[in-house]
C-alpha cells in the first residue's frame, strides 16, 4: 500500500536548490558538449542547413528575453505579483511562450525564417518596466497580468485561425 509522505515547500525549495548547487556545472557543461558534437556532425555531414551560429541560435531570443524578463518581474515586483496571482501569471508566461513556440514550429513546417523578436514581447516588456521601475501597486499589476492573459489569448487565437485558414486552406468555422 502506498503511503502519502507530505512535504512541506521549504524543504523541497531547499532540495531543489541544493540539487541544482551541486550537479549546475555538469548540467551545463554536458548540454553544452552535446550541442557543440551535434552542430559540429551536422556541419560535417552537411545534414544540417548550414546557417551561422547567429542565425542558428536566432528561435531562442524570443524565448530567452521572455524567461529573462518574467524573472526579473518576479524578483522586482513591488507587490510580489507571483504570490498574489499564480495562476494568471503562469497561464501567461504560457501563452506568451506557446505563440513564440508555434510561430516557431510554422516557420520550421513553411522552411522560412523565424522571427527574432516576437511581438507579444513589447506589452511584457512595457508592463515589466512599469511595474518595476515606477512600482505603482498590487492593483496596477493584477490588472496588467489579466490584460496580458486576454491579449496573448487572442493572439495565440487568431494566429491558430489565420494559419489554419491562409496556410492549410481550410476553413476554420466552416460545417463541411
Not at 58 to 79: A, D, G, K
Not at 101 to 112: E, F, P
Not at 141 to 167: D, M, W
Request: proline share 3%; hydrophobic share 45%.
Amino acid at each position: 500500500m502506498l503511503q502519502c509522505v507530505h512535504v512541506s515547500r521549504d524543504y523541497l525549495c531547499s532540495l531543489l536548490c541544493n540539487i541544482w548547487k551541486k550537479y549546475q556545472e555538469t548540467l551545463l557543461v554536458s548540454v553544452s558538449y552535446f550541442i557543440c558534437v551535434l552542430t559540429n556532425r551536422a556541419y560535417k555531414n552537411g545534414t544540417g542547413k548550414m546557417r551561422p551560429a547567429l542565425e542558428m541560435l536566432r528561435p531562442l531570443y524570443s524565448s530567452v528575453y521572455l524567461m529573462i524578463l518574467t524573472i526579473i518581474w518576479v524578483f522586482l515586483s513591488p507587490s510580489d505579483i507571483l504570490t498574489h496571482q499564480p495562476r494568471m501569471f503562469f497561464y501567461m508566461v504560457g501563452t506568451v511562450f506557446s505563440h513564440i513556440c508555434c510561430r516557431l514550429i510554422v516557420a520550421q513546417m513553411s522552411n522560412t525564417r523565424c522571427d527574432g523578436f516576437d511581438w507579444l514581447l513589447f506589452p511584457v516588456t512595457a508592463l515589466v518596466a512599469v511595474s518595476t521601475i515606477l512600482q505603482p501597486g498590487l492593483i496596477f499589476e493584477t490588472t496588467a497580468v489579466y490584460t496580458l492573459v486576454v491579449i496573448s489569448t487572442l493572439a495565440q487565437i487568431h494566429y491558430g485561425v489565420c494559419i489554419v485558414s491562409t496556410k492549410f486552406k481550410f476553413y476554420t468555422f466552416g460545417l463541411q
